[in-house]
């Protein structure tokens, strides 16, 4: 039975970085080396299909040329050990030739969530799907100043003053793609948007008593509780309506009023005279809304004798 006591890869060297087996793209007209652990005894094999030419090799290693025929697919490069006891294995790297041809979509719309956040990638600002996005360059522009720039995405966050903010939705910038084998740049247009709801977190329920409660009325805000909002287009709107179960203050309330919000439950004090559900609702400047509710319990207040 063969044993090996290593395992087998293909590593692609350059004088920036190496590359795992795999999968990688190249430049068109590019030479990359490669090469294989180098284990004594060992004889190797290489192959190579299409996309290119084998133009050295020495044991471990080789060196292709890879030809100009960018977006062609999978080409599979193989190499085969045979180590010295005959045990052989082969490993396969499949190598893309990168799109240096490029087609910007343009009138692009990009969401921010609530947040002001959002990930923009090469990929989605290209017709197609181009090989190497991730490796390209992408820029912001307004008025020929770059707000933001990355290689193969932007994370935008606009809570920030910095480069795309909360200023800016609603407006339209350039964007550009700079392909890095060949320098090649497109560009076209783009918008941000929020349609997010704000996030609207109500204040808990809460018990009072009547001598917190104006006669006849209902609580201020201040004095029940504010609700907290999150949105990208501060500052937001917000409101508040009422619905209020009263009954006589000799006869509490023994159970919650028919139609009342799921999920609540009554005080088990059994002085509850007034109950109120109060319904919040924000609205930002794009009329993005969303609600939440709070509930209102109000107690007789009880005399000492």
Same mark, same amino acid.
């Given at each position: 039975?063969?044993?090996?006591?290593?395992?087998?890869?293909?590593?692609?060297?350059?004088?920036?970085?190496?590359?795992?087996?795999?999968?990688?793209?190249?430049?068109?007209?590019?030479?990359? %080396?490669?090469?294989?652990?180098?284990?004594?005894?060992?004889?190797?094999?290489?192959? /190579?299909?299409?996309?290119?030419?084998?133009?050295?090799?020495?044991?471990?290693?080789?060196?292709?040329?890879?030809?100009?025929?960018?977006?062609? =697919?999978?080409?599979?490069? %193989?190499?085969?050990?045979?180590?010295?006891?005959?045990?052989?294995?082969?490993?396969?790297?499949?190598?893309?030739?990168?799109?240096?041809?490029?087609?910007?979509?343009?009138? !692009?719309?990009?969401?921010?969530?609530?947040?002001?956040?959002?990930?923009?990638?090469?990929?989605?600002?290209?017709?197609?799907?181009?090989?190497? +996005?991730?490796?390209?360059?992408?820029?912001?522009?307004?008025?020929? *100043?770059?707000?933001?720039?990355? !290689?193969?995405?932007?994370? !935008?966050?606009?809570?920030?003053?910095? =480069?795309?903010? $909360?200023?800016?939705? =609603?407006?339209?910038?350039? $964007?550009?793609?700079?392909?890095?084998?060949?320098?090649?740049?497109?560009?076209?247009?783009?918008?941000?948007?929020?349609? +997010?709801?704000?996030?609207?977190?109500?204040?808990?329920?809460?018990?009072?008593?009547?001598?917190?409660?104006?006669?006849?009325?209902?609580?201020?805000?201040?004095?029940?509780?504010?609700?907290? *909002?999150?949105?990208?287009?501060?500052?937001?709107?917000?409101? $508040?309506?009422?619905?209020?179960?009263?009954?006589?203050?000799?006869?509490?309330?023994?159970?919650?009023?028919?139609?009342?919000?799921?999920?609540?439950?009554?005080?088990?004090?059994?002085?509850?005279?007034?109950?109120?559900?109060?319904?919040?609702?924000?609205?930002?400047?794009?009329?993005?809304?969303?609600?939440?509710?709070?509930? !209102?319990?109000?107690?007789?207040? /009880?005399?000492?004798?």
């Amino acid at each position: 039975m063969c044993k090996r006591a290593y395992p087998l890869s293909i590593y692609r060297q350059s004088a920036a970085k190496t590359h795992h087996s795999g999968k990688i793209t190249v430049c068109p007209t590019e030479e990359t %080396t490669y090469s294989t652990p180098n284990v004594q005894g060992s004889s190797w094999a290489w192959a /190579l299909i299409s996309g290119g030419t084998i133009v050295f090799q020495d044991k471990n290693t080789i060196r292709v040329r890879w030809n100009n025929q960018p977006s062609t =697919g999978a080409h599979k490069l %193989t190499v085969t050990e045979t180590n010295r006891q005959g045990c052989s294995k082969t490993v396969e790297l499949s190598v893309f030739i990168k799109t240096v041809a490029l087609v910007c979509l343009n009138n !692009i719309s990009i969401a921010l969530n609530n947040t002001c956040q959002t990930s923009l990638s090469v990929a989605d600002l290209l017709a197609g799907k181009p090989i190497g +996005a991730d490796e390209m360059r992408v820029q912001i522009l307004s008025g020929g *100043v770059i707000l933001e720039e990355g !290689i193969g995405a932007i994370v !935008i966050d606009g809570q920030t003053k910095t =480069g795309i903010n $909360y200023d800016f939705i =609603g407006k339209n910038f350039t $964007y550009r793609v700079i392909e890095p084998c060949s320098n090649n740049t497109c560009s076209g247009s783009i918008r941000f948007e929020d349609f +997010a709801p704000p996030m609207l977190q109500c204040p808990a329920d809460i018990t009072l008593s009547c001598a917190q409660v104006p006669t006849g009325g209902t609580p201020l805000p201040s004095d029940s509780g504010s609700p907290s *909002v999150t949105d990208c287009s501060l500052p937001a709107k917000v409101s $508040y309506s009422d619905q209020i179960f009263e009954t006589p203050c000799a006869s509490p309330f023994t159970a919650l009023p028919t139609g009342f919000p799921a999920g609540k439950t009554l005080p088990t004090t059994g002085d509850v005279v007034k109950i109120i559900v109060r319904s919040f609702s924000v609205a930002d400047k794009w009329n993005n809304t969303s609600g939440c509710q709070q509930v !209102i319990f109000v107690r007789k207040v /009880l005399w000492r004798k």
